[in-house]
């Protein structure tokens, strides 16, 4: 009799959690923090930057999973925003471009991101009426995956109101959406900007109200895919960074604008700023990271008092082995 209390017991309380049979939502929750917990004692920088709001209590949103095939943010909640910025200036083949971007967005790496947490994607183009466009090409709230591997409790759930299958349905068009995104660098070929306006998109997060970045958000990640050649009508990192091959320092850099102009290109984020993960493109420039380049940007979004980590593509020899006609 005891064992079968016990049973009842248990069986009760997974009714409870997670609603099976009975209709009634699931508890808030946390991810379980197990998963991140062993990818922070590893060395990839990127899923550990991915880990972060991981630790956010978190709820189901029914008014966002009967959303199909339409939006899948909630109405009444905000989580998480993780803006991409790629900047395509510097000319690399579509493939690396697509390569690249897929490692940093493939399925892997989006299950470790909240459910309805949301992901708009930039590409900073520098061509023509591109350089100053605005407009994400992706920029959608993540829906619940129904997964049974996810780490986050509510992601499992299923509403009565559904099935596991339509889940899987709803996930797999948000990956294809995704992944859809890609298509923009298709017809890049090896075409170089004019401009590189790195700084100035950043600016534009924080404060152009329809890239929709504000601090209502719990919290912010920028995730930047570039070789950080600065190059605008503002700032250029060209003729020190890249010809000489040696950066001027950061303090010299400020040196040449007035207090007044430095501070107006610089971005508020208020009291709630975000997190910046900076993919660095260095083969061409900088393959011994030894230009100084990184420490300019280091030091600019302390400045700022955005937190920066990074990571650097491994794949020098295979880019130039391409670009090499007699290999």
Not at 24 to 30: E, K, N, Q
Not at 71 to 87: I, M, R, T
Not at 184 to 190: A, K, Q
Request: net charge negative.
């Amino acid at each position: 009799m005891k064992l079968y209390n016990n049973l009842f017991l248990s069986f009760f309380a997974l009714v409870f959690i997670y609603g099976c049979g009975g209709g009634s939502d699931p508890l808030p929750s946390a991810a379980d923090p197990t998963f991140c917990n062993s990818i922070n004692m590893g060395d990839e920088k990127y899923k550990q930057f991915l880990c972060k709001g991981s630790e956010i209590t978190r709820k189901n949103d029914r008014t966002s999973d009967a959303n199909q095939w339409d939006s899948w943010c909630p109405p009444q909640a905000k989580y998480g925003h993780n803006f991409v910025l790629v900047d395509s200036t510097e000319g690399y083949e579509e493939e690396q471009y697509s390569l690249l971007l897929n490692q940093m967005l493939a399925e892997q790496n989006i299950d470790i991101i909240g459910p309805y947490d949301k992901i708009s994607i930039m590409n900073i183009a520098g061509r023509g009426m591109q350089a100053t466009e605005l407009k994400p090409i992706f920029n959608e709230c993540k829906p619940r995956s129904g997964k049974d591997t996810s780490m986050y409790p509510i992601d499992k759930w299923v509403d009565p109101s559904s099935t596991a299958k339509k889940m899987a349905n709803t996930n797999r068009e948000f990956m294809k959406l995704i992944n859809s995104a890609g298509d923009e660098f298709s017809n890049l070929g090896n075409t170089k900007g004019a401009y590189s306006q790195i700084m100035e998109q950043i600016k534009e997060l924080s404060r152009n109200s329809t890239l929709d970045f504000g601090s209502n958000y719990q919290y912010r990640k920028i995730i930047v895919f570039s070789d950080l050649m600065q190059f605008s009508d503002k700032m250029d990192l060209i003729s020190s960074c890249r010809d000489k091959k040696k950066c001027i320092s950061y303090e010299d850099l400020k040196s040449n604008y007035s207090e007044r102009l430095w501070e107006d290109m610089k971005p508020n984020f208020g009291t709630n700023p975000p997190e910046v993960f900076v993919y660095y493109l260095q083969c061409r420039h900088d393959q011994d990271l030894d230009i100084g380049l990184l420490e300019i940007w280091e030091s600019y979004f302390a400045e700022i008092g955005v937190s920066m980590a990074y990571d650097i593509e491994t794949s020098c020899e295979d880019i130039f082995k391409e670009e090499d006609p007699t290999s």
